[in-house]
T-cell receptor, first 111, second 110 residues
Framework: RKEVEQDPGPFNVPEGATVAFNCTYS??????FFWYRQDCRKEPKLLMS???SGNEDGRFTAQLNRASQYISLLIRDSKLSDSATYLC????????????FGKGTRLSVIA | DVKVTQSSRYLVKRTGEKVFLECVQD?????MFWYRQDPGLGLRLIYF???????EKGDIPEGYSVSREKKERFSLILESASTNQTSMYLC?????????FGSGTRLTVV
């Protein structure tokens, strides 16, 4: 089983739509979870951390289900500028260990 | 904001050359990382370092080495460049709240 699995997409959605991405991870010892955004030919940038209680940042909501080893990202009221690849990221183990990146889900928001 | 600077945006090197990729961060972070990113393979960890003069192998260290003589600088070395090392190389620094990446070096080995 891959360490982090994501649907590669692409997800093509109209402006204003709500879109959800999911991700599963294999190591139950993983402690920290993130979503990163990567624009074409650019470096990944941290979008938000993910907590068990769920967290929201404007139009973005992230959820973590430790029991199912499942992470989600919800984007409401999609904008053209949300078009990017979204990377699901977890720590390999507990403690201060390197991050493991999913291969990403590509989103295209169309006018 | 943390700034992570990679010395070159694009590089073209010949097979067999020794190649140095430099990365500097300005926030006194202890943890630094080198990844490569290839289409269909995502980001793969090459080496990382948690302190000066410390280094740890990642998932794909073969053909690479690193140097961390100063806290702010983490160098990736391709001992003898090969065409399968053509890739985008990304350096990252970690202050405990997720990584900050440099803008990447796109290396082509011919």
């Amino acid at each position: 089983r891959k360490e982090v699995e994501q649907d590669p997409g692409p997800f093509n959605v109209p402006e204003g739509a709500t879109v959800a991405f999911n991700c599963t991870y294999s190591n139950s010892a993983s402690q920290s979870f993130f979503w990163y955004r990567q624009d074409c030919r650019k470096e990944p940038k941290l979008l938000m951390s993910v907590y068990s209680s769920g967290n929201e940042d404007g139009r973005f909501t992230a959820q973590l289900n430790r029991a199912s080893q499942y992470i989600s990202l919800l984007i409401r009221d999609s904008k053209l500028s949300d078009s990017a690849t979204y990377l699901c990221v977890v720590t390999r183990n507990s403690g201060n260990t390197p991050l493991v990146f999913g291969k990403g889900t590509r989103l295209s928001v169309i006018a | 904001d943390v700034k992570v600077t990679q010395s070159s945006r694009y590089l073209v090197k010949r097979t067999g050359e020794k190649v140095f990729l430099e990365c500097v961060q300005d926030m006194d972070h202890e943890n630094m990382f080198w990844y490569r990113q290839d289409p269909g393979l995502g980001l793969r960890l090459i080496y990382f370092s948690y302190d000066v003069k410390m280094k740890e192998k990642g998932d794909i260290p073969e053909g690479y080495s690193v140097s961390r003589e100063k806290k702010e600088r983490f160098s990736l070395i391709l001992e003898s460049a090969s065409t399968n090392q053509t890739s985008m190389y990304l350096c990252a620094s970690d202050g405990g709240y997720g990584y900050t990446f440099g803008s990447g070096t796109r290396l082509t080995v011919v």
